[in-house]
């Protein structure tokens, strides 16, 4: 079997670990070829690759980023493009395509299968962690171990200067990152998008905790995070070339907001893109292992039109049409029944 391999949607640590385990597996294990596309699905558009071999691969367990390249962008973006894809794959003698992507990468991988009969299996990846049908994506592990240590850091100097720490997180329309961090990181208050915060109780929490003698508060905010209506102004952003709002900044409307209610000097701290760059934890390079083999193992079952996944620590697969367009958000019990028992 001829395998290509393609990384799409925003980097991730892991995605040379995922590439790593395909390569041993399907060449070492069955004796395959595989091809990596550059840049995503503009790779396979323009046929450009690279061979992926067990050699080329030596050294990318640790290492963040991806060598194959990444971006956002679809196929569909173009009228011929499902038909392009299809024909470059035939004279390129791809049998399947592994697809390593979050949920635009299911959405074009789904309708790619169904639309020109691609066979595709995909990895689930995003630090997001808000892909239906899988417990938990590789990278959100990683990003949230980035999170608390910034946190653990920022306690210190948040002691030290008696100020209010707000920390911004990724998570456009989940709050994985920030409660996972957050309750690691022994935050006063995490505010999440599946909970639109009250800035007035937010203050409360604060005051509460400085009433105390504790003469430091961290406060996370997921970067999608909303406050109820009523309760401050709703923030607004431009939109990125896809049309989705480019955010970043509810960090400084929260922090404005709590040093005018409490009157503590309040500082911003927007880790960004540190979350996603890096060298994966031990705990997602084992994730990612286990995952790109099972993405071979089924290609070789003759199963596609499948994402491989994680539950209960077994490695199961689950058809795209069960997943597509859906969104995993935080259970809330976690956030209603641990996190928020340490507000304030």
Not at 22 to 36: E, L, Q
Not at 208 to 217: E, T, V
Not at 252 to 259: D, G, I, S
């Amino acid at each position: 079997m001829r395998i290509g391999v393609l990384t799409g949607g925003g980097d991730c640590p892991g995605l040379n670990a995922v590439i790593r385990a395909v390569v041993r597996k399907a060449i070492n294990d069955h004796g395959d070829t595989v091809v990596g596309f550059m840049d995503a699905w503009d790779g396979v558009l323009e046929k450009r690759t690279m061979e992926l071999t067990v050699a080329a691969l030596a050294g990318m367990l640790p290492r963040g980023g991806t060598i194959l390249g990444t971006r956002r962008g679809s196929p569909f973006d173009y009228p011929d493009g499902p038909q392009r894809v299809k024909e470059n794959l035939r004279e390129l003698a791809v049998d399947a395509l592994i697809v390593i992507g979050g949920n635009g990468s299911l959405w074009v991988a789904s309708k790619l299968h169904n639309e020109v009969g691609l066979n595709v299996v995909v990895v689930p990846k995003t630090i997001d962690n808000d892909i239906e049908g899988t417990d938990v994506c590789f990278g959100f592990n990683t990003a949230v171990q980035i999170a608390t240590d910034a946190i653990d850091r920022l306690h210190t100097t948040a002691e030290s200067h008696d100020r209010v720490m707000v920390v911004e997180v990724m998570g456009r329309d989940t709050g994985w990152i920030a409660t996972h961090a957050g309750i690691a990181g022994g935050a006063t208050a995490v505010l999440i998008p599946e909970r639109p915060f009250d800035i007035d109780h937010i203050a409360d929490a604060v005051k509460r905790k400085h009433a105390r003698g504790r003469y430091a508060s961290i406060v996370v905010v997921a970067e999608g995070a909303v406050p109820k209506e009523g309760t401050m102004p709703q923030p607004t952003y431009e939109l990125d070339p896809f049309g989705r709002p480019r955010l970043g900044g509810i960090s400084v409307e929260v922090a404005r907001a709590l040093e005018e209610r409490t009157g503590y000097e309040t500082r911003v701290v927007q880790i960004g893109h540190v979350q996603r760059g890096g060298t994966p934890n031990a705990f997602d390079r084992v994730l990612c292992t286990r995952l790109g083999i099972e993405a071979v193992s089924t290609l070789h079952d003759g199963v596609t039109n499948m994402m491989v996944a994680v539950r209960n620590d077994d490695m199961v697969r689950v058809p795209l049409s069960e997943v597509v367009g859906k969104t995993r958000y935080v259970d809330l019990s976690l956030y209603d029944n641990v996190a928020t028992v340490f507000f304030g």
